[in-house]
Nanobody, 127 residues
Framework: QVQLVESGGGSVQAGGSLRLSCAAS???????MGWFRQGPGKEREGVAA???????RYADSVKGRFTISRDNAKNTLYLQMTSLKPEDTAMYYC??????????????????????WGQGTQVTVSS
């Protein structure tokens, strides 16, 4: 049973920074992982994702501001968020998938690429 537990959310002012963490357990082998978010009244969207070989992909809206990384020894995924904007306000979800084959990086931000999800952590950015 794969379990994903997010932490690190909170309230910040525009221009501030936060680091989200996702502690993963219950799996072995190679996994791709990602961060998604869902703002009020919006669809859940891919923010950043990373394959087991380290290839990353970012949504255009966060490129240059967010950095995804993983510590395989600690089974933890991170999302460093800087220069936060009010439009970044959302519930942020960690996602994972067993990487039986490596999917093209273009697919990394698709919800369908990830069957396992955490409960989410709220990020609120005020202007």
């Amino acid at each position: 049973q794969v379990q994903l537990v997010e932490s690190g959310g909170g309230s910040v002012q525009a221009g501030g920074s936060l680091r989200l963490s996702c502690a993963a357990s219950g799996y072995t082998g190679n996994y791709r992982m990602g961060w998604f978010r869902q703002g009020p009244g919006k669809e859940r969207e891919g923010v950043a994702a990373i394959r087991s070989d380290g290839i990353t992909r970012y949504a255009d809206s966060v490129k240059g501001r967010f950095t995804i990384s993983r510590d395989n020894a600690k089974n933890t995924l991170y999302l460093q968020m800087t220069s936060l904007k009010p439009e970044d306000t959302a519930m942020y979800y960690c996602a994972a998938a067993a990487e039986v084959i490596r999917i093209p990086s273009d697919w990394l931000l698709a919800r369908q690429s990830f069957p396992y999800w955490g409960q989410g952590t709220q990020v609120t950015v005020s202007s």
